[in-house]
Structure formats: C-alpha cells, structure tokens
C-alpha cells in the first residue's frame, strides 16, 4: 500500500434503524474517537461509528474499516424520517448563536487552548482573529473538517461550502476589524459597564457590541480564574434593573459557560490534582450550591466526599445560584452527565470511596433536580455508571483481598444498595448470591469459635440487609433463604432455643430472648426462628407467663410487640 492517505469519518445514526450520515471526517483518530464518544454521552445520536479511510494512490479507491461502534445495533424496520440539518450559517451574525459558537470551540478546542481563549472571545476579539488567520493552517483545517459532513448532509459539493464558508469568515473578520478600527467597540472598562449597557440597550447590534467589551475587558487575564474573576466583577456592575440589567448578564455568561464547559477552565477554578470523583463533586458543589449545602447539614455522608470550594468558586455559586445564570449552570451540568457517562474511574485504585462518591453524587444531584438538571437525565448516568460498579473488574477490586466472607457479603449489600437500574441490581444480586452460597461463608459461620447468638445476630443483620437493599423479591428471597438455612444450622448444632427456654432465669427474661429469635431480630428467618417460635409458644401456653405478665404491665406491651413481630398472634 505505499503512497497511502489516512483519515478518520464520524458516522451517526441518529434514530435506530436510521441510515448512517457522516458527521465529521479528520486526520486525527484520537479526536474522531473522542468526538464518537462525546455524541453518545451527551444523547444526540442513537449509535456512532467510526472508521478508518485508507486512500491507494494507485488503485484510486478508499479501503474502510470500522474502528469503533457504539450505540444501537443494526435494525431492520421502517426508517424514520431524518431531522433537517442545522441551517447553514450564512451571514456574520450567525456565527454568534450558540449553536455556531458550540461548534466553532469544538473544530478549534486546540487553538483556543493553545491561546487561552473562547470561542466567545474570538468572535469579539480583532486581536484574536488577526492570530488565527496568521496561522493559516488552523483555520483551513477547521474549515475542511466541517465543510466535508456538511456538504454530505446537504448533498453539496465540498469545494463549494468550502468558498461559502471563506467567505462567511472574511465578511465577520473584515466587520470586525473595521468596527475596531472606527472605535465603534465599547470600552466597558473606561466607559463603565452599567453604563455601556444602557447606552447599547435599544440598539440592534446591541449583543455583538457589548460582547466585543466584554471581550477586551477579560482579555488582560493570565489564566481562566483570572476570566471568571473578571467576569463576575463585570456581573456585580451590571446595571440593577430593566432591560440593561438583562442584556449585560446575558452577555456576560456566554463565555462563562463556555469557560467552565472547557476542561482546562472549570479545572483551574476548582483546583488540580484532583480525580473525576472529587471533581464531580466539586462541580455539583459549584452547580447546586444551595441545595448542596443544605444536603451537608443533614446527611455525613455527604459531607465526607464534598470538597471545600475555594472562595472564587463561592462567589461564582451564589451567582450561579439565581436565575440569570441558567445557561451556565446548565453548560457545568452537561459536563457532569458527560463524565458521569463517560468510560474514566471516579476514583481510580479506590472502589470503596468510587461507591461513597457516587452515592453522594446521586444524592446530591437528585435533590437539585429540576433546576440543575431534569431528573430524567440524572437517572439515566446514573444507571450508566451503575452498570461499571458490577463488572468483574470493579467488584474484584472492590473486595480486594484479606476479606472474611461475612466482610465480603456486607460490601455487596453496600454496592447492591448503591447503584440502580434493574439490569445493574440484578448483576450485583447475584455477586451477592454466589458469595453467600459459597461453601467459604457458611463454613465460616457454622464452623466459628465465635458465641453461636452473636453469629444468628450477625446472619439476621444480614438477612434483614438484604431485603431493604432494592433487589425484587425473585432474587433476594433466595438469598434470605440460604441465610435462614445457616441460621438453622448454627442454632441446631448449639440448640440455642431448648438451651435458652429451659435456662436458670426469669420466665419473662426466657420468653423476651425467644421471642426476639422467633422475630427475625436476633435470628435470621427460617428454621432457627421457627424452632424459637415453637419454644415461646410452649412458654406462653404456661399459667406462670400469663400470671407474671398480669403483674408487670411494662413487660406486657413489650412482649406483646414481640409477639406480633414473630407471628404468634391470633
């Protein structure tokens, strides 16, 4: 194959049964995989695919292999018609909807990074705009890559979107840089932002002008902290009311959502080296402040797993807290669900603290349901990393090693509890299972040195557990049941009920201590409990326990509880 070309297509299927369309073609794999991985989480297509085009110079044909497929699997069925694509950008101002933006700091994530910038301050920036079109390479490919699916979805040729698309960017570029050079641009920082805002008010290019002084006012910043500092202090000045008010904050948080979506900025105002858990948590901190913080007060568990925020990161919540900062709220939570989603450990080397951060994090995120995120969609990644916490890998580093098995059993009952979805309880029910029914465990309980009461303790602890852990009743009674049997075994070989019935003590003492075997509270049910039934029944039937309960009406309400608990009452 000598004198071959490599590059990479994006194909999405955006209904099942759909047929394929090409999404984006570059020569990049890893951004090709990233991009196939980042349509699926974020939900926008049904299945993606990727594949690897080897162009022969000399037989002039493309070779295709597929490198990757996720998503749904070929179906056969009527196909459903096909959503219109997006409106072809075709004049300046289109380039500023969030929409073009979104897709601008995608085709450019490299540059702007490289540049410390966002797709909101290039569009607003002549300084900026003259440094990408010097390096000539960058923008030529952004225009490649989104010219080729383009012009596939729209049945165009690529050279002609390719000159529609240079065109588009000359008429922006050549309105920016004269506007900059007529001073027609704001300068929030002399004039004042508040007053600027109400200057530009009832103009019609009233969002592209004081964005470009929101652009130049941020531009000094020698990091993304020092952006969203100087943003928030933009924000403080916003005038108090009316129009203006609206205006100013809805330009001020286009590049703040940008800058907290981005990788880089949302993890130099919460901190590095920390993991995807601790910064989950950070960012739903950061997202749901209030409701958060109300959580913490309430619920340890929470507390534990949330990490401090720094006091940049407390000023921009209480702002992020109210309602003209919705759509950055949303860009952070978007982050959260495409990471929640996404293949990477929450917390990588530590599966016990893996579960307590996602618990928190289901916690947390569920009680900010609604104004952070639509419980829908919190379920459902939910469910999706659910589905990582029972694969063979996870649980065997979860149980480690040096475990007894009744440590181990405990820790399924956790991990049981903590993930949903019925397919992952299942899998994890049956974790459970098969270390419960293992000869190990019940050697271990039916073999011990350990007092045969403190072990039916123990094996009820474990039954009750297991019944309130959200397994159906087809898959933890079973379990209940081998642990009902041990429990009989254990209490058959100490004879536990005869021994304590026909015990030197008080009648009433004799009959409480079966009474709590025969309810599940002390014994697990089954044949233990049963036979501890039997035996309190026979006591009960005695003249002497019903004289001596007469005389102590305190004894009598607790009995009587007990008795209704192991189902002796008529």
Known sequence: MGGSRVHF???????????????LATENRAAALSTAQELMSEGRVAAVKVTKEVFDEESREFQSVVIQKLGAADTQGKVKPQAEPQPLCVTPQDLYTLHARERIGRLLETWLERNNATPFELLHRPDLVEKLEASGVDLQHAVQKIAIPEAHARSMSVHELIRIFHSLIERAVDRLLKDARKGTLPDVDKEGFSAAAERLAQ???????????VAASIAPATNWSDK??????LADAAPAKGLARGLALSIVQQPLAEILEAKPGITDILGKGRDLGANLAA???????????????????VAKVMPPLSPLAVRLAQWLGGENFQDTRAAIGRRILRELTGPRRLCPGEAAREIDVLRALAMSLTASAGKLLPLEEVQSAFIARSKMLVTGDFVEAYLGSGMTSQQEVEALIWLTENVIGAANKRQAGGWLKAVIGSLRFEKEMTASDENPGARLGQLAALHRAVGRCGLVAEDFEPIQEKLGDIGGHVEAHARLSQTVARANAPLLHRLTLLLRLASGENAPLGPAANRARAEALRLFKLDETRVELANAPDQMRQVRDLIQAAGLAA
């Open 9 to 23: 297509e994006v194909f999405i299927r955006k209904t099942p049964g759909a047929p394929w369309t090409l999404d």
């Open 203 to 213: 103009d019609p290019e009233r969002g592209y002008l004081l964005g470009a002084g």
């Open 228 to 233: 969203v500092t100087r943003l928030i202090d």
């Open 283 to 301: 960012m739903t901190r950061l997202a749901a402040y209030d409701s958060v913080e109300r959580l913490i007060q309430v619920e340890a568990s």
